[in-house]
């Protein structure tokens, strides 16, 4: 490289330098925070009933209002991003996982191994996964809300175990793979030391678009009545809640649908923000 080249500056600084990750991570920071601190510093509870203040408009005592049984709606909005939050991420980090074992055993192993866990991947692509997961739900319906983790974790992760074989694939035949094998490395060590690492940049990717793929399909169940169960309260069940006084209340039915909308906005941003500085990290290193 000639001394006048410019210099590419290294990821971190292009992520804080992206507009879209500035903006995704600080919503969703403001978020976290909100749904971490809200319940100590704010008065109200979200079980708290107030027949008294039954749908009151928002004020200076209820910010965004009270619900039909006088429940404040920041209180319960803060509750239901708490719980939407946890279940995204842990639906995330399980499916990524998941998929990221999958995907380098049948990459790198290939032959048998390979056809056998593709065809397992593929059976799972042709259910349909809301169906599959509503077909469970009922029978989890009284346990409690991380079989519901498992369950979306187990239907988000087939698209993405294809990429990785594929990339496993690639890397199988580079040299310093090869060269490892030569040596006698084992096949874990080999996987862990010279295949995770390149795919790393993709696992985070996939790691943060999940997030808020499983927060709205949470929120689709609990909308239907197959996510968490009263009295706790997600986003979706909220939305479920006031969808029937859309028009005449419409705070109670806005609020969560408010809540819900940033918070998935501000993951897809960061997400997106994370896919270009690594594809441009990418395109620098070719």
């Known amino acids: 490289m000639s001394a006048t080249e410019a210099v590419s500056p290294p990821p971190m600084g292009r992520l804080v330098r992206n ?3 500035v903006c995704g991570a600080g919503l969703l920071a403001l978020l976290a925070v909100a749904a971490v601190a809200g319940p100590f510093l704010w008065p109200y509870d979200h079980i708290a009933q107030d027949a008294g203040a039954a749908l009151v408009p928002p004020s200076e005592d209820h910010w965004l209002g009270t619900s039909r049984l006088g429940e404040d709606l ?6 239901g991003l708490q719980k939407s939050l946890v279940v995204g991420l842990s639906v995330a980090v399980l499916s990524t996982l998941l998929a990221a074992a999958v995907g380098l055993t049948a990459g790198y192993v290939g032959r048998l191994v390979d ?3 593709m065809w397992g991947v593929d059976m799972m692509l042709i259910l349909p996964s809301f169906l599959l997961v509503a077909v ?4 989890l319906q009284e346990r409690s809300w991380l079989w519901m983790v498992l369950v979306l974790a187990l ?13 496993a694939v690639s890397l199988r ?6 060269a490892a094998q030569y040596s006698g490395a084992p096949t874990g060590w080999i996987l862990r030391r010279h295949l995770l690492p390149h795919l790393v940049p993709l696992l985070v990717i996939d790691c943060t678009l999940h997030v808020g793929a499983a927060i709205l399909a949470e929120a689709g169940l609990s909308y239907f009545g197959f996510g968490i ?5 997600s986003l979706g069940s909220l939305v479920a809640a006031g969808s029937g006084s859309a028009l005449t209340y419409p705070w109670v039915f806005l609020a969560p649908v ?7 906005t501000a993951v897809g941003l960061l997400g997106e923000a994370l896919r270009r500085v690594l594809d441009e990290g990418d395109t620098d290193g070719d």
């Open 258 to 264: 408010g809540f819900l909308v940033a918070t998935v």
């Open 229 to 233: 169960q009263p009295p706790d309260v």
């Open 19 to 21: 507009p879209l990750a």
């Open 115 to 117: 056809r056998a866990l």
């Open 74 to 79: 920041f209180a319960q909005c803060v509750r």
């Open 155 to 167: 239907t988000q992760w087939m698209l993405t175990a294809r990429v990785i074989r594929a990339r």
């Open 173 to 178: 035949r580079r040299e310093f793979v090869r």
């Open 136 to 139: 469970l739900s009922p029978v």
